[in-house]
């Protein structure tokens, strides 16, 4: 099992461009989540997914958007980036929506 | 609302010490109460939980923390550090209800182990 996948890696984006971030699970969890990462500031939930066909905002869901496209994939989007979005994003997976399993994450720089 | 504080954002130790990392936490409801370590560079790995029965839970790579409801606390030990265990170490926690799905992060303590 790969467990949580995400691409890419890492991203450099300019002001205003769009890009979106992938997101893949082979565990059969029902719940998924995006997370940013900045210092000092610990995980901080942007969107999730409870089961296939439902999202909710999180704690700091402005400036994004989400698809849960099937019960494996959840995908983050960014319409216009912005520098304050630089940061490294998380996915998540929960088969009961408690313990959560993270993928390795993607380093977005926005200039 | 749920909220977690971790005491300290760097500790040192020196290996063979004792390893005490804090946190605190806050809920309106029973709370489930988590810790994961992140190693440098790469996502978050759940190191032991706390739900329902023991309060005293152990992890792996020798962890253990103990939830004490009176002090709502959940302190993260380990009776001898290794070189192995410098990482950052989250505390987290969501509440013990159906429906609820939000893990609230505390923002992290940098453990380094001194040779």
């Known amino acids: 099992n790969a467990g949580v996948t995400q691409t890419p890696k890492f991203q450099v984006l300019k002001t205003g461009q769009s890009m979106t971030l992938q997101c893949a699970q082979d565990?059969?969890?029902?719940?998924m989540y995006w997370y940013r990462q900045d210092p000092g500031m610990g995980l901080r939930l942007i969107y999730y997914?409870?089961?296939?066909?439902?999202?909710d905002k999180g704690e700091v869901p402005n400036g994004y958007n989400v698809s849960r496209l099937n019960k494996r994939e959840f995908s983050l989007r960014l319409e216009s980036a912005a520098p304050s979005q630089t940061s490294v994003y998380f996915c998540?997976?929960?088969?009961?929506?408690?313990?959560?399993?993270f993928g390795p994450g993607t380093r977005l720089t926005v200039t | 609302a749920q909220s977690v504080t971790q005491l300290g954002s760097h500790v040192s130790v020196s290996e063979g010490a004792l390893v005490l990392l804090r946190c605190n936490y806050s809920?309106?409801?029973?709370?489930?109460l988590f810790w994961y370590v992140q190693y440098p560079n790469q996502g978050l790995q759940l190191l032991l939980k706390?739900?329902?029965?023991?309060?005293l839970v152990k992890g792996i790579n020798g962890f253990e923390a103990e939830f004490k409801k009176s002090e709502t606390s959940f302190h993260l030990t380990k009776p001898s550090a290794h070189m192995s265990d410098a990482a950052e170490y989250f505390c987290?926690?969501?509440?013990?209800?159906?429906?609820?799905?939000?893990?609230?992060f505390g923002k992290g303590t940098k453990l380094s182990v001194i040779p």
């Open positions: 998540a997976s929960s088969e009961t929506g408690v313990e959560q399993y």
């Open positions: 565990m059969n969890h029902n719940s």
């Open positions: 997914s409870a089961s296939e066909g439902t999202t």
């Open positions: 809920s309106s409801v029973p709370p489930y």
């Open positions: 706390y739900t329902t029965g023991a309060t």
């Open positions: 987290a926690v969501t509440p013990l209800r159906a429906g609820s799905y939000q893990l609230t």
